[in-house]
Structures are given as structure tokens and as C-alpha cells.
């Protein structure tokens, strides 16, 4: 069954917000994620990963954030611009040495 | 750098039909794998390869078989296409299998069979 879900199937924010998209894993084991955007038309492109040993990583306008307690991991986008819209996957892997596990994706719509 | 290549990006199948997916990663990357992407659904992966030479299931390898042809390609072929094996299918790769590492995707194929 699906162990890599997201809250929300769709957002939609302002230009210049930020924006927070959701997803919530069932496996307490699992040791690496990843957030992924995929702008329509194009495969997935990696946006930002973080292990299971942290609860914070900060890229360029990106950050996640893990609770391991309750099995969330978090997307922020910081100052949401309309290049932002496309669907963004969580995915996570059970343990080392397996594939990952993706989940069904929320569509990010960005007005200006 | 290209990347990741996929070929064809566009395919319409008749039922019964086979054909074979092609896919070449220029990063040295030792493992490739193959997704199908349905509306809706996430990211399904149909088989991969974890070093050269080697093969494995993922979870929906029904109706499909891979050939790791060398470090480099990896394809994917359908023997007789069913209704059903319309979707969008993904080539990745990434450095190693099973690591702290993102996988790098191509651009799609899209197949139909009617």
C-alpha cells in the first residue's frame, strides 16, 4: 500500500508568499528523504534531501523540516514565485540499500 | 551535460504491439532505474539495476522486461502491449543503489495503446 502520502493535493498561493506542502510517511524506520519538483511536461527534478538523523536542512529559498514523532516531513518555499508551480513528490527510503518510495504529489499553483 | 536521454519522448502502441525504451545516462552512474508515472499516482518503479550486469524487480514488473546493456544504457521493453501500460515512463539514475543520493530523471516517454 501507499507509505509516502501528501496532506494536500493541491495549493494555491500568492507571489511572494511562502508556501508549506505536507507529506506524511508511515515507515518509523525510514532513513533518507527527498523532495522532488516536476514541472508539467518534464521528469522530476531533485529539490533538497535530508537524513533521518537531522530535523532541518536549508537550501536556496528551500527548506525541510522531518518530525520524526510523527512521521512528517515538511516542504517551505520561501517568497513562493510563479516559477515555483508544478507538483512536488515526497519520497522516502525504508532503509539503506532499498528504492525509493514516492508519494502521489501536490500540484503548487503560484498566482502573480 | 545531457544527463539523462530518453527515447522516444512519444509512442502510440496498438495492443499486442512490443517495442523497447530507450535509455542513456551520461554521469557514470553505477545504478538506473524505470518508473511509471499514472495520474494521480506517484512514482511506481518497474524495474532497476543496481550496478552493471545486474537486474531486479521493483514493484509493478508485470508486462515488461530491462536490459542493462552497459554502464551507460538501460532499456526497457514492453513484449505486447496492453491497454493498460499507458502511462509515462521515467528512466532514472543515481550513483550508487540504495544511498544518500538523489536519483537524476529524464524527460519521459509517453505511451499510448490503444
Known amino acids: 500500500g501507499e507509505s509516502v502520502g501528501l496532506h494536500l493535493p493541491t495549493l494555491s498561493v500568492q507571489e511572494g508568499d511562502n508556501s508549506i506542502i505536507n507529506c506524511a510517511y508511515s515507515?518509523?524506520?525510514?532513513?533518507?528523504f527527498i523532495w522532488y519538483k516536476q514541472e508539467s511536461g518534464k521528469g522530476p527534478q531533485f529539490i533538497i534531501d535530508?537524513?533521518?538523523?537531522?530535523d532541518k536542512r536549508q537550501g536556496q529559498r528551500v527548506t525541510v523540516l522531518l518530525n520524526k514523532t510523527v512521521k512528517h516531513l515538511s516542504l517551505q518555499i520561501a517568497a513562493t514565485q510563479p516559477g515555483d508551480s508544478a507538483v512536488y513528490f515526497c519520497?522516502?527510503?525504508?532503509?539503506?540499500?532499498?528504492?525509493?518510495?514516492f508519494g502521489k504529489g501536490t500540484t503548487l499553483s503560484v498566482s502573480s | 551535460n545531457a544527463g539523462v536521454t530518453q527515447t522516444p519522448k512519444f509512442q502510440v502502441l496498438k495492443t499486442g504491439q512490443s517495442m523497447t525504451l530507450q535509455c542513456a545516462q551520461d554521469?557514470?552512474?553505477?545504478?538506473m532505474y524505470w518508473y511509471r508515472q499514472d495520474p494521480g499516482m506517484g512514482l511506481r518503479l518497474i524495474y532497476y539495476?543496481?550496478?552493471?550486469?545486474?537486474?531486479d524487480k521493483g514493484e509493478v514488473p508485470n508486462g515488461y522486461n530491462v536490459s542493462r546493456l552497459n554502464k551507460r544504457e538501460f532499456s526497457l521493453r514492453l513484449e505486447s502491449a496492453a491497454p493498460s501500460q499507458t502511462s509515462v515512463y521515467f528512466c532514472?539514475?543515481?550513483?550508487?543503489?540504495?544511498?544518500?543520493?538523489?536519483?537524476?530523471f529524464g524527460q519521459g516517454t509517453r505511451l499510448t495503446v490503444v
Open positions: 532514472a539514475s543515481s550513483e550508487y543503489w540504495g544511498g544518500n543520493t538523489e536519483a537524476f
Open positions: 515507515n518509523s524506520a525510514s532513513d533518507y
Open positions: 535530508i537524513r533521518s538523523n537531522m
Open positions: 519520497a522516502e527510503r525504508h532503509q539503506a540499500g532499498t528504492a525509493l518510495i
Open positions: 554521469m557514470n552512474h553505477n545504478s
Open positions: 539495476s543496481a550496478s552493471e550486469g545486474t537486474t
